[in-house]
């Protein structure tokens, strides 16, 4: 048990599907990320929040607009997606970005039709 | 461009063989690097973190990994590998960018140990 947790584990949308993914940490921390893990790619960081405000948003498309209405929690809200958005989507979070350890959770593993 | 490099992207090893999973990293200037684990079905743990010191990082479950800055290099490294350490290996470089410390991940390394 990491401390974050994610819900859906499993999701299967159709393109024209609005869907959310949560993330909750409960660790104290004050720093969420997320990132998507695609097959033989490396982890991409997606968006990163610091104190509940976005401080990264690395070129995402807007079918993907995240939510972080308090330190713990943090959303990642779907629209419209196309199949090649089908992946693992890891959140993330850490005390800060010193030096601390990123603390991943099971991940939510999408698949759009 | 800059980057995390693995080596390898399968290895197949029997167990009590030892492993050495590369990674190099482009990266100049000051960098924390990491090893995380993942385990199937379950999710990335921390395996090893080097921030500064003795080069040689002690992780858990018997793993190491040496920083040889001259190398761009943070490869990991267990002498007996167990049927359980069967997973996925990604390497990471922790980089100062855009106002925040950045966590870039290499692809992946995946680990099958037969008994």
């Known amino acids: 048990e990491t401390g974050v947790t994610q819900t859906p584990r499993h999701l299967v949308m159709g393109m024209t599907n609005k869907k959310s993914l949560k993330c909750e940490q409960h660790?104290?921390?004050?720093?969420m990320y997320w990132y998507k893990q695609s097959a033989k790619k490396p982890l991409e960081l997606m968006f990163v929040y610091s104190l509940e405000e976005r401080v990264e948003n690395n070129s995402v498309p807007s079918r993907f607009s995240p939510e972080c209405p308090n330190s713990s929690h943090l959303f990642l809200h779907l629209h419209t997606l196309q199949p090649e958005d089908s992946a693992l989507y890891l959140c993330a979070s850490s005390q800060g970005f010193g030096q601390e350890t990123q603390y991943f959770g099971p991940g939510t593993r999408l698949l759009v039709l | 461009a800059q980057s995390v490099s693995q080596h390898n992207h399968h290895v197949i090893l029997s167990e009590a063989a030892s492993l050495e999973l590369g990674c190099n990293y482009s990266?100049?200037?000051?960098?924390?690097l990491f090893w995380y684990v993942q385990y199937p079905g379950q999710h990335l743990q921390l395996l090893l973190k080097?921030?500064?010191?003795?080069?040689l990082v002690k992780g858990i479950k018997g793993f190491e990994a040496e920083f040889i800055k001259s190398k761009f290099s943070f490869n990991l490294r267990k002498p007996s590998v167990q049927w359980s350490d069967t997973a996925e290996y990604f390497c990471a470089v922790k980089k100062f960018s855009g106002g925040y410390n950045k966590l870039i991940f290499g692809a992946g390394t995946r680990l099958a140990v037969h008994p």
């Open positions: 080097y921030f500064s010191g003795d080069p």
């Open positions: 990266y100049g200037g000051t960098v924390n």
């Open positions: 660790l104290g921390h004050n720093a």
